[in-house]
């Protein structure tokens, strides 16, 4: 599958990414309207680390033996046949935050407003997510 | 404290409207001319901070950032220009010698803008270089006098009995100037290297030494030894293509380098085998070269170290005596001479020796030619220009005046993304470039600075070949030191003179 690769020597942490997402995954998904108007303002699917100069934005790295899978009670969290990305079913998730107690990566993340967790979708179905397209220093890549 | 009178020199727009308090200005600008306020989610800007160097506004997603001129109206004064009294406001409360990086940036005149360049009509055919070879391929080094043949009589072959002295090979008239990493950043040394590789021409190391992981691109390095002789053993020596001896630079002729101690980080202080931390003094002269015979000792000492394979050059800045002073330098053994007119740029120099010392590039290389071909030692010696050349057509009038190559830098550096701030010297640099803050070197990614430089000179060659094909002239080769082919307009009877090119609209 198509994975989202991180070159965190050229991670400039200026956060566009985390921007962009936001936009991505609001109502409107144009940036100004997000933020100015859309409240509660959708979360970022992804995590930006920083710690001194070395910074790196992570993503749901779509596992190939994702333990949230097996973790989530109702089956919202699921595997997409077509795209192997792992998806989540908003409709199915009760907020139990097992996914996230798994994760080893610490990218899943508890959306307080609708009680359910949230994270990377890969942009559902975008051709680069949104994170990758935006980033100035090319430090994501999407191959 | 006393009122400070320095008035900013740039004044920032934000659109309040746009603007999303994302803080990607706050977290890219080095200066901290952007502020969060998180009690009211807002961002907001200290004028008096802003360099004028554009990174917030390239970054800013909504477009919310403008930088202009900072409106400063006094009473209209030619003489008394907002420019000048900030001059000396700021030594008025520093007592303080002006810094600055970057090209002199005043108003002389750029000699490029009144020369034109020829072009063939009817009694002789112009060539198209999309269809026609076109040759763009310079060698830089000492050319012989005459060749020998030797025929062998009985399969009628020809041999080359001349020995060819050591030669660079261009596959295109322009390479990268010196600039040192410590000046530069790392990843900005990478990018020249890796972009030269990849054209087939020279990048130069500068005064800062060769970092062990630039070893590789050896055969495309110029290294140079100038007079703090920093990070200069056999193996640096012998790693290059060529060695350039410094003696000056265009844009601070008569003064040395200064590489201050907090820019002076582990890696460098290895490179250039100076101590962590300490100031790296490049002096203004070299200590054991008083005389041309001096110079001539220092040239044979490295060809000696590096057993006659690769070409000697020097460097000089363009000062009033450069005729004289490049024929020293041919006699005294060079392979090539480098000219460094007064817009050369720098990482730091004092303000006043940038803008008021050296003389311009095109004329001194057209004194320079002229005087080697007077003195029929012309093939003795390669002419490399520097010092300011911003677009193709300054290089091929170059050649046409008698250049063998330029050198670019500033340019180099546009292509990966300066915006000649001049402010190189706080070692600040928001771009990445001139600076050796980890946190801010790591935003220059030499892929994309590489992938940038070699595009701008592939651009740059195909108009070469435009302009020599809309000439006639199938090599560059044939166009050097043809200043047949060059007009002047608006200038002078001496300045022609000096230029040795006839007036716009004199024929043959």
């Known amino acids: 599958m198509k994975r989202i690769y991180i070159h965190e020597e050229y991670?400039?942490?200026?956060?566009?990414?985390?921007?962009?997402?936001?936009?991505?995954?609001?109502?409107?998904?144009?940036?100004?309207?997000?933020?100015?108007?859309?409240?509660?303002?959708?979360?970022?699917?992804?995590?930006?680390?920083?710690?001194?100069?070395?910074?790196?934005?992570?993503?749901?790295?779509?596992?190939?033996?994702?333990?949230?899978?097996?973790?989530?009670?109702?089956?919202?969290?699921?595997?997409?046949?077509?795209?192997?990305?792992?998806?989540?079913?908003?409709?199915?998730?009760?907020?139990?935050?097992?996914?996230?107690?798994?994760?080893?990566?610490?990218?899943?993340?508890?959306?307080?407003?609708?009680?359910?967790?949230?994270?990377?979708?890969?942009?559902?179905?975008?051709?680069?997510?949104?994170?990758?397209?935006?980033?100035?220093?090319e430090a994501l890549e999407y191959r | 404290m006393p009122l400070s009178t320095i008035f900013p020199e740039f004044k920032i727009i934000r659109d309040k409207e746009k603007c999303i308090a994302c803080q990607v200005c706050v977290r890219q600008c080095a200066f901290e001319a952007h502020i969060y306020d998180p009690e009211k989610d807002e961002v907001y800007s200290d004028d008096s901070k802003c360099v004028g160097c554009h990174r917030c506004e390239a970054l800013c997603p909504t477009d919310a950032l403008n930088i202009i001129k900072y409106p400063f109206d006094i009473k209209d004064n030619k003489n008394w220009t907002p420019g000048i009294l900030n001059d000396i406001y700021r030594q008025a409360e520093s007592g303080a010698i002006i810094l600055t990086g970057m090209g002199c940036d005043k108003d002389y005149p750029i000699y490029w803008d009144r020369i034109l360049l020829n072009a063939s009509q009817v009694t002789n055919p112009s060539i198209?270089?999309?269809?026609?070879p076109m040759e763009l391929r310079t060698f830089i080094g000492r050319k012989p006098r005459y060749v020998e043949v030797e025929r062998s009589q009985e399969r009628d072959t020809v041999k080359v009995k001349t020995q060819l002295p050591p030669q660079l090979r261009l596959e295109t008239p322009i390479m990268f100037s010196a600039m040192s990493y410590g000046s530069i950043s790392f990843n900005a040394c990478q990018a020249l290297a890796r972009a030269a590789e990849e054209i087939g021409t020279y990048y130069n190391t500068g005064e800062g030494g060769l970092h062990p992981d630039l070893y590789k691109f050896g055969a495309n390095t110029i290294v140079q030894v100038a007079s703090g002789r920093f990070g200069v053993h056999p193996d640096y020596l012998n790693a290059g293509a060529a060695i350039e001896i410094k003696i000056g630079?265009?844009?601070?002729?008569?003064?040395?380098?200064?590489?201050?101690?907090?820019?002076?980080?582990?890696?460098?202080?290895?490179?250039?085998?100076?101590?962590?931390?300490?100031?790296?003094?490049?002096?203004?002269?070299?200590?054991?070269?008083?005389?041309?015979e001096d110079l001539r000792q220092l040239i044979y000492a490295l060809k000696e170290a590096t057993e006659y394979k690769k070409p000697v050059g020097v460097k000089i800045a363009a000062v009033h005596n450069v005729a004289a002073i490049a024929t020293g330098i041919a006699r005294a053994g060079a392979d090539f001479i480098t000219i460094d007119g007064l817009r050369g740029g720098t990482g730091a120099a004092p303000q006043v020796i940038r803008d008021n010392v050296g003389i311009p590039i095109e004329l001194a290389i057209a004194v320079v030619d002229s005087r080697l071909r007077e003195e029929g030692i012309r093939e003795e010696v390669s002419l490399?220009?520097?010092?300011?050349?911003?677009?193709?057509?300054?290089?091929?009038?170059?050649?046409?005046?008698?250049?063998?190559?330029?050198?670019?830098?500033?340019?180099?550096?546009?292509?990966?993304?300066?915006?000649?701030?001049?402010?190189?010297?706080?070692?600040?640099?928001?771009?990445?470039?001139?600076?050796?803050?980890?946190?801010?070197?790591?935003?220059?990614?030499?892929?994309?600075?590489?992938?940038?430089?070699?595009?701008?000179?592939?651009?740059?060659?195909?108009?070469?070949?435009?302009?020599?094909?809309?000439?006639?002239?199938?090599?560059?080769?044939?166009?050097?030191?043809?200043?047949e082919h060059l007009r002047g307009v608006g200038l002078e009877e001496w300045e022609l003179r000096l230029l040795g090119i006839k007036p716009a609209g004199e024929g043959w």
């Not at chain 1, 409240?39 to 001194?52: A, H, I, K, M, N």
């Not at chain 1, 097992?98 to 942009?123: H, Q, Y």
């Open chain 2, 384 to 483: 490399i220009a520097a010092g300011g050349f911003r677009k193709s057509s300054d290089v091929i009038k170059a050649i046409a005046l008698g250049a063998d190559a330029v050198y670019i830098g500033t340019a180099a550096l546009a292509a990966m993304g300066c915006h000649v701030c001049q402010k190189c010297y706080t070692g600040k640099c928001n771009w990445g470039i001139a600076t050796q803050d980890p946190y801010l070197s790591k935003r220059l990614n030499p892929n994309i600075a590489a992938r940038r430089l070699v595009n701008l000179i592939n651009a740059w060659s195909k108009e070469l070949k435009e302009m020599l094909g809309g000439m006639g002239i199938n090599a560059i080769e044939s166009l050097r030191g043809n200043r």
């Open chain 2, 128 to 132: 198209d270089p999309l269809r026609e």
């Open chain 1, 11 to 137: 991670c400039i942490g200026c956060r566009l990414c985390e921007i962009h997402c936001i936009a991505q995954h609001s109502r409107s998904k144009k940036l100004i309207k997000a933020f100015k108007e859309e409240f509660p303002r959708p979360l970022p699917r992804l995590v930006v680390e920083e710690s001194g100069y070395i910074s790196f934005a992570l993503q749901c790295r779509h596992c190939e033996d994702a333990p949230c899978l097996s973790a989530c009670l109702t089956g919202a969290m699921y595997r997409d046949e077509k795209t192997k990305a792992v998806l989540h079913d908003k409709d199915k998730c009760v907020g139990c935050w097992m996914c996230i107690m798994v994760c080893p990566f610490g990218v899943i993340k508890r959306d307080e407003n609708n009680k359910i967790v949230s994270k990377c979708d890969l942009c559902n179905g975008e051709e680069v997510p949104a994170c990758v397209a935006n980033c100035p220093n």
């Open chain 2, 249 to 292: 630079q265009g844009a601070k002729p008569g003064i040395g380098g200064h590489l201050p101690g907090e820019k002076v980080t582990e890696e460098i202080s290895r490179t250039r085998m100076i101590p962590t931390g300490t100031d790296a003094l490049s002096p203004a002269p070299h200590h054991d070269i008083y005389s041309i």
